[in-house]
Nanobody, 128 residues
Framework: QVQVVESGGGEVQAGGSLRLSCTSSKLTSDDYAMAWFRQTPEKEREGVSC????????DYTASVKGRFTISRDNAKGTLYLQMNSLKLEDTGMYYC?????????????????????WGRGIQVTVSS
């Protein structure tokens, strides 16, 4: 069983920044694509960002482009999501996930259906 653990969430005022981290032992030994997803009780799960194993290819949902940056350090087994200029609508539970079948972001990564390993999630709350 692959363990994936998120950290770094919390509450921040609108316009502020947070950095999420995700650790997994598999990040140091296997070439997985990784992604961040988020969900609120009112909305369906949304793909936020994806990154290839090499880190050279990334993708973002339109609402976070220019504000969020995904990155990874495979030697440390850690995935990051730097979130700047946070908005109220960024509030939600954020999940880290790994796709064990691909080392790249597929055309449908944002659905989450290809991601087999998920963390328990971490809450991000943006307040006014």
């Amino acid at each position: 069983q692959v363990q994936v653990v998120e950290s770094g969430g919390g509450e921040v005022q609108a316009g502020g920044s947070l950095r999420l981290s995700c650790t997994s032992s598999k990040l140091t030994s296997d070439d997985y694509a990784m992604a961040w997803f988020r969900q609120t009780p009112e909305k369906e799960r949304e793909g936020v960002s994806c990154i290839s194993w090499s880190g050279l290819s990334t993708d973002y949902t339109a609402s976070v482009k220019g504000r969020f940056t995904i990155s990874r350090d495979n030697a440390k087994g850690t995935l990051y999501l730097q979130m700047n200029s946070l908005k109220l609508e960024d509030t939600g539970m954020y999940y880290c996930a790994a796709d064990p079948e691909r080392n790249y972001c597929s055309n449908s990564w944002w659905t989450g259906s290809e991601y087999d390993y998920w963390g328990r999630g971490i809450q991000v709350t943006v307040s006014s």
